[in-house]
């Protein structure tokens, strides 16, 4: 189904968005923003009978244990206009899936399609008022905002601002560890914000009822609140042109200086890391026995009680052996570029999790020449996804890929264009699905298997997957869904087993066993073009 869309340059966004909220100019402040929303999406919006698509966000996919992303067809029967929301009746569905026939989304969630069965709606202005809003909430928007003083103007503090961030992030005049700063402040500040309400209505419904207010939940409402604020500050500072180009330029004088550091004394000799979590002398003799095994002897060897710590103060390209215990971490640290990460204890006791409560999008993010992770757990916890794979090759030996928290939305390695996996011995358990291969990425599969995971490989055309003794077995949904545009005729998905890969170059199976698959081995799904079933059962193909 065809959308609108709309590419806008820096200027337009900045004309428009001070046309909406300051055209009386008036002052506006943060808790005035909502408002002049509201009327200018009241002139501007249709409110009832159009079509779009309704992109299904995380958490809500979640609560309908569907897979994420999924994206429904939906008809608008009401727009409630002081909310910035709409009541949609669900009138088709890609999958087999169960929802409710009508649902509250915020519009912001919705993008209308160009087909409709009213030709006379004002669909160009109704799509184009949705984008303005939903750049709006989405990169402009903080969540501590409110908090911000009434007297002061909203638009004119920083509006401009933060849509020169964001061109700024986006054409890469902000560096890349600069861009994932921010956004990773950005997330939490949004985590935070919703934590905030939700302990704010439980303080509110134990003060209606009468009950004493548990001390330990506004001691944990106080602390949410300065972290806020902290936040807040730090992106103040970030905000600001200036101050940015000034960290920038002192990061990077101190990455160069680090850099020739590190690189005179790797003249000198080799340098490894090895992480342990204490114990008794003897412990420690046979853990570094065992490390002795996998590293030269010449290394000059560094030993570390935090694994967070030693990501970061190692270099790309060095060797970090991991001891026995939960290992909490938030990133690969310096090891993203390129290095190895291997355990030398038993696999399912050397645990890699996320620190605290990170929102990042995994846990591991890798965009190097080549990494190793061998011989340890990793556990996705909270976050979205275990491992990404963005570039050069990574390699996955003897480990397991899991999520504690077991959920459908869950995956375990993602592989984005042009990256390359290998992986062997491996298992994934836990996860909503396994292994996802994006368009052009490559994957090399040797002795994997699955459990407790709701799907097991989602690919795309063009991608390479080669798997050899492989036990594909026991997922809830598919073993194997492969979205094509190439290998499919006409609107009807097809269901089997490996007699329908024939043809497919894109997938060798070697010695890869199914069975007991909850809904089927192999799944061919129409790709890029939506194949919708709606509601009443009958098929619908549009593009």
Not at 139 to 144: K, R, S
Request: glycine share 6%; proline share 2%; aromatic share 8%.
């Amino acid at each position: 189904m065809e959308i609108y869309t709309f590419d806008k340059s820096l200027q337009e966004r900045l004309v428009e968005l001070t046309e909406i909220l300051s055209s009386r100019g008036e002052i506006v402040p943060a808790s005035q923003i909502q408002a002049e929303w509201c009327y200018h999406v009241e002139l501007v919006i249709e409110p009832v009978g159009w079509q779009a698509l309704w992109k299904i966000p995380r958490l809500v996919c979640e609560d309908f244990q569907i897979h994420y992303p999924t994206i429904v067809v939906v008809e608008v029967e009401q727009v409630d206009f002081a909310d910035l929301s709409a009541l949609v009746k669900i009138t088709a569905v890609q999958d087999e899936i169960h929802l409710p026939e009508k649902y509250d989304v915020p519009l912001v969630e919705l993008y209308p399609t160009h087909s409709q069965a009213n030709n006379v709606l004002d669909m160009v202005g109704t799509s184009n008022c949705i984008d303005q809003l939903r750049f709006f909430y989405n990169y402009l928007w903080m969540p501590w905002d409110l908090d911000d003083d009434d007297s002061a103007d909203w638009v004119s503090v920083h509006l401009e601002t933060r849509i020169r961030l964001f061109f700024d992030m986006k054409r890469g005049v902000v560096s890349k560890e600069t861009s994932d700063v921010i956004r990773s402040l950005i997330r939490e500040g949004r985590e935070v914000q919703q934590k905030i309400s939700r302990l704010e209505d439980t303080i509110s419904e134990e003060e209606e009822s009468h009950e004493v207010v548990d001390g330990g939940t506004a001691c944990q409402l106080m602390k949410l609140h300065f972290r806020l604020q902290q936040i807040k500050r730090e992106m103040e500072v970030l905000e600001n042109p200036a101050m940015r180009e000034i960290l920038v330029k002192n990061r990077t004088t101190s990455l160069i200086n680090e850099k020739i550091q590190r690189s005179e004394s790797k003249e000198r000799c080799m340098e490894g890391y090895f992480v342990w979590l204490g114990g008794t002398l003897e412990e420690m003799k046979e853990a570094i026995n065992k490390v002795q095994v996998y590293l030269p002897a010449e290394l000059y060897f560094k030993i570390s009680g935090s694994l967070h710590e030693t990501l970061h103060a190692c270099d790309s390209g060095d060797t970090v052996v991991v001891a026995e215990g939960t290992h909490y971490i938030k990133s690969a640290g310096n090891l993203e570029e390129g290095g190895t990460i291997r355990g030398v204890h038993n696999v399912e006791r050397t645990i890699l999790s996320v620190k605290d409560s990170e929102t990042a999008p995994s846990l591991l993010d890798f965009s190097g020449n080549e990494v190793l992770l061998e011989g340890i757990t990793v556990d996705a916890g909270d976050l979205r996804a275990v491992v990404i794979v963005r570039a050069g090759i990574t390699k996955i030996v003897n480990c397991k890929i899991c999520a504690s928290n077991q959920s459908i939305v869950k995956l375990g390695v993602v592989v984005l264009p042009n990256a390359k996996l290998i992986i062997e011995n491996t298992v994934f358990d836990g996860l909503g699905t396994a292994l996802v291969i994006y368009s052009n990425g490559e994957v090399l599969m040797n002795n994997c298997s699955f459990k407790n995971c709701a799907e097991g490989i989602q690919l795309y055309d063009n991608v390479k997957l080669t798997a050899r003794n492989c036990y594909l077995s026991h997922f809830k949904e598919y073993a194997m869904r492969l979205e094509t545009q190439k290998y499919l005729r006409g609107s009807d998905n097809k269901c089997g087993g490996k007699e329908l890969l024939v043809g497919v170059s894109e997938v060798s199976l070697d010695e890869c066993k199914f069975e007991g698959n909850g809904k089927g081995d192999i799944i061919l799904k129409h790709g890029k073009t939506f194949a919708l079933t709606k509601q009443d059962g009958t098929a619908n193909m549009e593009t």
